[in-house]
């Protein structure tokens, strides 16, 4: 997908902007000749612009000593700010000296004045022996599923200019046209209210939690609405946002952290690709495992398709990362089927403190597992007793029930977001 007419973007005044560590790029597109786009390696925590493949866009013969030169040149841009060339650039920036080099508005570039250190790498995670280390490190870290372009913009047919991408997921709820002609996204905020105390965290980010940031009309694709998946960044016109590319289809099998088959096309994941802003239950690898719990998956003759939501790319031999899934028009049948299978297991189950009066051929609960499921069905129920839920709690409610039986232990998410159930299968007694 594509910006709205990207190729009609309104130029702001530099002004428009709050100053900034590193220099915005100022127009709208490149001006040079792609040499070469990529795709950062699939299914890696770090992706590399310096490897020995890219030697051969490089006068230098080298990738590494290519993108060191190109960096200190000034033209290393991510999402098209430029990253200081050197440490006498960067502290001759009074906000460099205080909130470093950002990237969608986080330092990924720092210099602690206190302990006289540099601080580079993904989020600025990691301390660098020295200004070019630390630069270096944050261009070798953005993480997989994005992408990077080399450009050469003096006509000599090697890279001077490289662009990088630094993209991240959010579910899309609602789309508010403001008065001032600017864009704001509310990601929605199901359940909260009925959310139980057992429960983990359902975002790991809080940018849309409100309102949002208002976003300028020219940097918004009004593609975008109510279901799904988009993604935003901090470009050189400020906040932005484009619709994720939708890929449609049979979820016939997937492997939570590692790959999605939709289709018969397998999609590889994308480590540490920020989805921070997806409900955890239409993040990929946890919409998987709810849907493999319920035995949705390869599911032909239901004909219920599901949403793989992409990073999109301009090299069509390469998919971007796989932000989000979603189950759009069939997530109330989906609800519907995981409440059937849910209130079966616990219609077949005797409450009992001990089993102690229960057949032994009988599966037996405590009131207080069984009451647990029993308001989870119930919770469900709701949703899909209301004409106006979306499919994003409809999906996280089929999430929780999966949850609620299964347990959080075999669902990397749910365990790092703090969800600790046990699982209703896994206390049932025999007598
Ligand atoms: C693009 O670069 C060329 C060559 O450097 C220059 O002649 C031209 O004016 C530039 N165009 C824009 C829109 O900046
Ligand atoms: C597109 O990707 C293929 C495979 O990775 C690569 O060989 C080709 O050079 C790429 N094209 C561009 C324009 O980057
Ligand atoms: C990137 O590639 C360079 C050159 O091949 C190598 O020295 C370096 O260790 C790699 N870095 C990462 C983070 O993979
Ligand atoms: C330092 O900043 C001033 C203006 O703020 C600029 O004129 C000068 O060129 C900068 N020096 C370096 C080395 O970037
Ligand atoms: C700088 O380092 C000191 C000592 O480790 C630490 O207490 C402080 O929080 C750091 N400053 C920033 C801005 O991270
Ligand atoms: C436009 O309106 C939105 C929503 O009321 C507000 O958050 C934003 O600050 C306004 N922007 C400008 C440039 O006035
Ligand atoms: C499911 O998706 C496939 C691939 O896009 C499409 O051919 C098929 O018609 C869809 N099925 C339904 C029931 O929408
Ligand atoms: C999916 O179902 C088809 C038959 O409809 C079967 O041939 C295929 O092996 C199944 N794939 C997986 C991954 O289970
Ligand atoms: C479920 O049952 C087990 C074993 O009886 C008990 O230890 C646990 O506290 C119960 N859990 C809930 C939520 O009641
Ligand atoms: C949920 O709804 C189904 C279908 O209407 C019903 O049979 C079941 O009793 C309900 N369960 C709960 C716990 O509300
Ligand atoms: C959905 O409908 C119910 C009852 O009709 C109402 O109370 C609730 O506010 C509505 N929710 C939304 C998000 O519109
Ligand atoms: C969760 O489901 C998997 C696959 O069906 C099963 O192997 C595992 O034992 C279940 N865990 C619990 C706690 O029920």
Not at 141 to 158: C, H, K, P, Q
Not at 241 to 249: C, F, I, L, P, S
Not at 325 to 337: E, I, V
Request: aromatic share 12%.
């Amino acid at each position: 997908m594509r910006l709205a007419n990207a190729s009609a973007l309104v130029m702001l005044p530099a002004t428009g902007l709050a100053a900034a560590c590193g220099t915005a790029y100022s127009g709208d597109e490149i001006n040079g000749t792609l040499l070469r786009s990529i795709v950062l390696d699939m299914g890696t925590d770090a992706a590399n612009v310096t490897g020995a493949e890219y030697d051969q866009y490089f006068k230098q013969g080298s990738a590494l000593k290519g993108v060191e030169a190109v960096i200190a040149a000034s033209q290393f841009y991510i999402n098209l700010w430029a990253i200081p060339g050197s440490e006498t650039a960067f502290k001759n920036v009074s906000q460099c000296m205080s909130d470093g080099y950002l990237v969608n508005q986080v330092p990924w570039l720092y210099y602690n004045t206190t302990t006289a250190a540099w601080w580079g790498g993904y989020e600025a995670e990691t301390e660098a022996d020295s200004y070019d280390a630390a630069a270096l490190s944050v261009v070798t870290n953005i993480v997989a599923g994005l992408e990077v372009r080399f450009w050469d913009t003096n006509g000599d047919g090697y890279t001077d200019l490289i662009d990088a991408d630094y993209l991240e997921g959010v579910t899309v709820d609602t789309v508010t046209e403001n008065a001032n002609g600017t864009y704001s996204v509310y990601r929605g905020n199901i359940d909260v209210a009925d959310k139980t105390s057992w429960e983990g965290t359902i975002f790991d980010a809080d940018l849309f939690s409100g309102a949002g940031p208002a976003i300028s009309a020219s940097n918004f694709d009004t593609d975008i609405g109510s279901g799904d998946v988009a993604l935003f960044w901090y470009g050189n016109k400020g906040w932005a946002m484009k619709r994720a590319q939708e890929v449609v289809g049979l979820f016939v099998n997937g492997a939570d952290h590692t790959n999605y088959d939709i289709g018969g096309v397998l999609y590889d994941d994308a480590m540490r690709f920020s989805r921070d802003n997806l409900f955890i239950s239409n993040r990929p690898g946890e919409f998987t495992d709810a849907q493999k719990f319920f035995k949705f998956t390869n599911d032909s003759a239901a004909g219920l398709n599901v949403t793989l939501w992409l990073v999109p790319v301009t090299n069509t031999t390469e998919h971007g990362a796989p932000v989000g899934m979603t189950s759009d028009g069939n997530s109330r049948t989906f609800l519907a089927k995981a409440v059937a299978q849910a209130q079966a297991q616990l219609a077949s189950v005797t409450v009992s403190s001990n089993g102690a009066n229960v057949p032994s051929t009988q599966e037996w609960a405590t009131q207080s597992n069984y009451t647990q499921l029993d308001n989870a069905i119930a919770r469900a129920n709701l949703s899909l007793a209301l004409a106006n839920s979306s499919s994003f709690l409809m999906d996280y409610q089929t999430y929780v029930l999966y949850q609620t039986l299964n347990g959080s232990s075999d669902d990397i998410g749910a365990e790092f977001a703090g969800f600790s159930f046990t699982g209703f299968d896994e206390q049932l007694g025999t007598a």
